[in-house]
């Protein structure tokens, strides 16, 4: 079965850092592009970091120069350091990534994971 699973969210005091993870398993010939989403009460879920698969990467402005998303092939991993972290950045985080599998490509998502900034 394929799958994503999210680890390392929480909570932390404004101005400090968190790091999640994200690592596909199943019968995965290869993964596209990669990306954190994240979703607050009330508010639809927004784009926050992707990389595709040759390493270029984009961010949700808001985020630029206090997140950094990269990824390891090698363990079909995608990772997103979350620093200076702000209580407007609360939400719950989730994983995407376009799988190839042997049912062809089809986009996949985490079960999320909660990051709460709060004093």
């Known amino acids: 079965q394929v799958q994503l699973v999210e680890s390392g969210g929480g909570l932390v005091q404004p101005g400090g850092s968190l790091r999640l993870s994200c690592a596909a398993s199943?019968?995965?010939?290869?993964?596209?592009?990669m990306g954190w989403y994240r979703q607050a009460p009330g508010k639809q879920r927004e784009l926050v970091a992707g990389?595709?698969?040759?390493?270029?990467?984009n961010y949700l402005d808001s985020v630029k120069g206090r997140f950094t998303i990269s990824r390891d092939n090698a363990k079909n991993t995608v990772y997103l350091q979350m620093n200076r972290l702000k209580p407007e950045d609360t939400a719950v985080y989730y994983c995407?990534?376009?799988?190839?599998?042997?049912?062809?490509?089809?986009?996949?998502w985490g079960q999320g994971t909660q990051v709460t900034v709060s004093s």
């Open positions: 990389i595709t698969s040759s390493g270029i990467t």
């Open positions: 995407n990534a376009e799988l190839h599998t042997y049912r062809g490509y089809a986009s996949y």
């Open positions: 199943g019968s995965i010939f290869n993964i596209n592009a």
